[in-house]
């Protein structure tokens, strides 16, 4: 297992050293983060679930993951609330640093590992996990980064429906759909498509872990472990969330899938939606930067762990 966590967090370190090296600037990262999310994982997406056999318990299991996971968010979040308001988090910052303890990376980190250690199945339900994140980005997020209240009054029904639009336009959820659209009807894809669209899905993953690798290597990282907040808010994510998420999954009766897609999916670190989020609000993506580089450096050690407790959590 630990073999396979050492090729990813290498690729990670191949991005962070080329961002370093210069050798990738900020427009060649930005041309990656694009290729990723609107080519390289729909390709991925569309060819593997439109292989599955979906029988209608897997569609009910989905649906059920898919409500599940968005309860989660939303418990995780009104967790990091609290946490913020028991630590006495700084009041400028404080829903930056709620935002970004509840949002896991389960896209660019959570899509490769879900492949790798539980296969195509493990795959499609993170792509339910991954649709209840962008529910709550487009909703709670949205509206915990709009820190005034009139701000937050801006908030109506339209904004509602436009962040559902925005939610169904995703790339992954429009080749989720096109991959169960084939899945259920039987439809094989022509030789040629499914052999374009593998050649595509299979650079995701080390193009998904070099990404963010470049993602890390503006931050200086003694400087951020020297700063109380970002490193609380990084252990809540990564230690204190899953453990909460964990014991809740170990009270419902639900099937192994559920529990293995809920639990994993909260032990990513930060999204790297959250200071893009940030930025566009006018918050203070600072913060949410740095507690995302922490978190995805200390995630090296505690996503190894977290995989190897829910393994033995399913037998």
């Known amino acids: 297992m630990y073999g396979r966590f050492f090729v990813l967090f290498a690729l990670m370190a191949t991005g962070y050293i080329l961002a370093r090296k210069k050798v990738f600037d900020q427009s060649t990262t930005q041309a990656i983060n694009k290729f990723i999310v609107y080519f390289a994982y729909p390709c991925l997406v569309v060819e593997k679930i439109s292989g599955l056999e979906m029988a209608g318990q897997t569609l009910l299991d989905f649906l059920l993951t898919l409500a599940l996971s968005t309860l989660l968010l939303y418990l995780g979040h009104g967790a990091a609330y609290l946490y913020s308001k028991v630590r006495h988090f700084p009041k400028d910052n404080t829903n930056v640093a709620e935002f970004a303890m509840a949002s896991p990376n389960d896209g660019f980190m959570g899509f490769p590992v879900a492949l790798m250690f539980f296969g195509d199945w493990g795959l499609l339900f993170m792509l339910a996990h991954n649709a209840a994140l962008n529910l709550y980005f487009f909703t709670l997020g949205i509206y915990t980064m709009r820190a005034s209240r009139q701000e937050r009054q801006k908030l109506t029904f339209s904004r509602f429906w436009k962040g559902t639009a925005d939610l169904l336009m995703n790339p992954n959820i429009l080749a989720l759909m096109a991959g169960l659209i084939l899945c259920g009807t039987g439809i094989s894809l022509p030789g040629p498509v499914k ?70 999916g909260a032990c990513f670190p930060t999204a790297a939606t959250v200071p893009m989020l940030a930025q566009q609000e006018q918050q203070d993506a600072k913060l949410a930067s740095e507690i995302l580089f922490l978190s995805t450096i200390l995630s090296a050690a505690t996503i190894p762990l977290s995989v190897q407790l829910i393994q033995l959590f399913v037998h």
Do not use: D, H
């Not at 290597?217 to 909460?244: D, G, T």
């Open 195 to 264: 052999e374009y669209l593998v050649y595509i899905g299979n650079v995701s993953t080390p193009m998904a872990m070099i990404y963010i690798g470049t993602s890390l290597a503006k931050s200086n990282f003694l400087k951020i472990v020297k700063n109380r907040q970002i490193v609380e808010c990084s252990l809540m994510k990564l230690i204190w969330l899953p453990l909460l998420t964990y014991g809740l999954m170990l009270l419902l009766p639900v099937s192994q899938i559920i529990k293995i897609t809920c639990v994993l």
